[in-house]
């Protein structure tokens, strides 16, 4: 049981290329979520899927896109990369739509753009 | 709208000191509250969530918090701390129907010998 995986752990960016963070779960999670961690400000969260084929917009979307491939993998876009998203990247995931349920964390994807 | 609000960044205690990482929040109807724990390099884990059951709750590694309403707090307790629990910790309160966490901006627990 691998849990939340994420793809790649580290990648470097030119202002204006673009990139897929991949994320899969293996616990037949129903929601899965992207998070963006900067220092001083906690997690932010980017875009949610509360089910297959739905995606949400979270408190910070812009300059991101998101695709529910399936039930395990939820991936996140940056179409023209920015200085302004440099950030750690968590993809989370969840069991069905209840707001006490455990979200369980990925080990992240580090970014930086140039 | 919730939110979180963690009283200091950096948080030093002596090994075997006691731990107290607090946590307000804002919500216009009863809170589901989490903390969460990072250690470095890796993603966030569950330390122990209140849900509305027993105000007092215990969590891994000897963790607990306890949930006051008339103080809109959810402070962090460990009564001894261990080398080991040097890491950074998030409070988050859970919004809406589909779990949806708003975190606080973290406190970073340091424990010297």
């Known amino acids: 049981n691998a849990g939340v995986t994420q793809t790649p752990k580290f990648q470097v960016l030119k202002t204006g290329q673009s990139m897929t963070l991949q994320c899969a779960q293996d616990?037949?999670?129903?929601?899965m979520y992207w998070y963006r961690q900067d220092p001083g400000m906690g997690l932010r969260l980017i875009y949610y899927s509360a089910s297959e084929g739905t995606t949400d917009k979270g408190e910070v979307p812009n300059g991101y896109n998101v695709s529910r491939l399936n039930k395990r993998e939820f991936s996140l876009r940056l179409e023209s990369a920015a200085p302004s998203q440099t950030s750690v990247y968590f993809c989370a995931s969840s069991p069905p739509r209840a707001s006490t349920d455990t979200q369980y964390f990925g080990p992240g994807t580090r970014l930086t753009v140039l | 709208a919730q939110s979180v609000t963690q009283l200091g960044s950096h948080v030093s205690v002596s090994e075997g000191a006691l731990v107290l990482l607090r946590c307000n929040y804002s919500?216009?109807?009863?809170?589901?509250l989490f903390w969460y724990v990072q250690y470095p390099n890796q993603g966030l884990q569950l330390l122990l969530k209140y849900t509305s059951a027993a105000t007092l709750v215990k969590g891994i590694n000897g963790f607990e918090a306890e949930f006051k309403k008339s103080e809109t707090s959810f402070h962090l307790t460990k009564p001894s701390a261990h080398m080991s629990d040097a890491a950074e910790y998030f409070c988050?309160?859970?919004?809406?129907?589909?779990?949806?966490?708003?975190f606080g901006a973290g406190t970073r627990l340091a424990v010297h010998p």
């Open positions: 616990m037949n999670h129903n929601s």
């Open positions: 919500s216009s109807v009863p809170p589901y």
């Open positions: 988050a309160v859970s919004e809406g129907g589909y779990n949806k966490l708003i």
